[in-house]
């Protein structure tokens, strides 16, 4: 491990993976088809909702949304693992600058995903515990300011950590053991006192990540008290499977995001982070859509009418 001066660093290597370097090859065949997947499975998405007229409800605008946002973090986070995958340890070079705007892209991808859950487990509280005014208040302008309120959010927060995370001073390596530039792997490099940052992750990073997660779970309260009141078995099996697919994408997500970063620097585990992180940011984009599909009726249908008139052109 090389130790190098404060002032010299212009570039990191990412290292993890590298005691699997005799399966480099199956890792990267692995990763390029959840990648390809992924991108595929999402477009596909966001294919058919802006096709299909019958699609046009505010809860598939905001899937759509969240189908692109997928698509953005795979691509910050999995072509750099592959290209590590077909070089040696000492190649796998990313710049101080690059590394940065990894990060800032990074959480912002990541962050808007988790605004985007809060935001559709709003639209399922409203559709299901004041349907007569579901028309009336979740109306496309209203859809697009939450979908913007999302993105400006995460924005100015990813701007901030990246911001204090590039004043850090590394002394000791250079060698991020990671397969992306991350705050938690920077800050163990780091010589400089990381309280700030920790800090700022658990109070600003609170808000951000865990606010929308106590969201979820208190529109999913009302939810569930709402569907308790009717009568009949199958109409609550009808209303709750509405919100099952959803609920799936947000325990796999948010319970992974909530172990990487809600914890002292102090516990860090190269084994588990890698693990945890490797399943929101590529197993996580790469399922959403197959949840989606699989539990939702008028995705179905639709997308077999899309099939049928492919086969029929």
């Known amino acids: 491990m090389e130790t190098i001066n404060s002032s010299s660093v212009t570039e990191f290597i990412l290292s993890t993976f590298a005691d699997l370097h005799d399966y480099q090859l199956e890792l990267f065949v692995v990763f390029f088809s959840i990648l390809t997947i992924s991108i595929t499975g999402n477009l596909a998405i966001i294919t058919l909702i802006f096709s299909d007229p019958h699609l046009q409800a505010p809860m598939y605008f905001f899937l759509a949304n969240l189908s692109f946002v997928d698509i953005c973090l795979s691509l910050v986070t999995v072509p750099q693992m592959l290209k590590n995958f077909l070089i040696d340890l000492k190649r796998r070079v990313i710049l101080f600058g690059g590394c940065m705007t990894q990060i800032y892209f990074f959480l912002t991808f990541a962050n808007v995903e988790?605004?985007?859950?809060?935001?559709?487990?709003?639209?399922?509280?409203?559709?299901?515990?004041?349907?007569?005014?579901?028309?009336?208040v979740m109306n496309r302008r209203l859809s697009a300011q939450l979908v913007a309120i999302c993105w400006i959010l995460s924005t100015a927060n990813a701007i901030l950590h990246t911001t204090l995370t590039s004043r850090l001073s590394?002394?000791?390596?250079?060698?991020?053991?990671?397969?992306?530039?991350?705050?938690?792997?920077?800050?163990?490099?780091?010589?400089?006192?990381?309280?700030?940052?920790?800090?700022?992750?658990?109070?600003?990073?609170?808000?951000?990540?865990?606010?929308p997660f106590l969201f979820i779970i208190a529109s999913y309260v009302r939810i569930i008290f709402a569907i308790l009141k009717i009568r009949s078995a199958e109409g609550r099996r009808k209303v709750f499977s509405t919100c099952s697919s959803h609920l799936a994408v947000v325990t796999f997500y948010f319970g992974t995001i909530l172990f990487m970063y809600f914890r002292p620097s102090s516990s860090y585990s190269l084994t588990k982070d890698r693990v945890a992180s490797v399943m929101y940011t590529t197993l996580a984009p790469m399922l959403n859509p197959f949840i989606y599909t699989l539990r939702n009726k008028d995705v179905q249908q639709a997308s077999r009418k899309l099939f049928s008139r492919i086969s029929h052109a």
Do not use: W
């Open 170 to 211: 590394y002394c000791e390596s250079n060698q991020i053991n990671h397969y992306l530039c991350d705050m938690v792997p920077l800050f163990k490099l780091s010589c400089s006192d990381t309280t700030i940052n920790e800090l700022v992750i658990f109070t600003e990073g609170s808000i951000v990540v865990a606010g």
């Open 114 to 136: 988790d605004f985007l859950l809060a935001v559709m487990a709003y639209d399922r509280y409203v559709a299901i515990c004041d349907p007569l005014h579901y028309v009336l």
